[in-house]
């Protein structure tokens, strides 16, 4: 049972940056499609961004395309999101992923493994 635990959330300014981490455990890591999802009050979950296991295969959302870096380390077990430019829309919970699957998702139910959150949020 794949397990993640999410950190580096906070409050910063427009413009600013923050740096989530997802640790993960209880699973072969480099077996996940691993994904970054976030979600604001009154709004669904909408997909932000995705690696596939090996980390050669990358995905993002139009909305955060230029201003986010998805990364993952498969040694450690971890993976990042480098969050640059930040906007007050940027603000929301930001969940990590996995999936045991080959390709990437961009629907929450293409994931089957969830962390608790982290809250990020961007003042103007």
């Known amino acids: 049972q794949m397990q993640l635990v999410e950190s580096g959330g906070g409050l910063v300014q427009a413009g600013g940056s923050l740096r989530l981490s997802c640790a993960a455990s209880?699973?072969?890591?480099?077996?996940?499609?691993m994904g970054w999802f976030r979600q604001a009050p009154g709004k669904e979950r909408e997909f932000v961004a995705a690696?596939?296991?090996?980390?050669?295969?990358?995905n993002y959302a139009d909305s955060v395309k230029g201003r986010f870096t998805i990364s993952r380390d498969n040694a450690n077990n971890t993976m990042s999101l480098q969050m640059n430019s930040l906007k007050p829309e940027d603000t929301a919970v930001y969940y990590c992923a996995a999936a045991a699957r080959l390709r990437l998702g961009v629907t929450p139910l293409d994931y089957a493994y969830w962390g608790q959150g982290t809250q990020v949020t961007v003042s103007s």
């Open positions: 690696i596939s296991r090996i980390g050669t295969v990358i």
């Open positions: 209880g699973g072969t890591f480099s077996s996940y499609v």
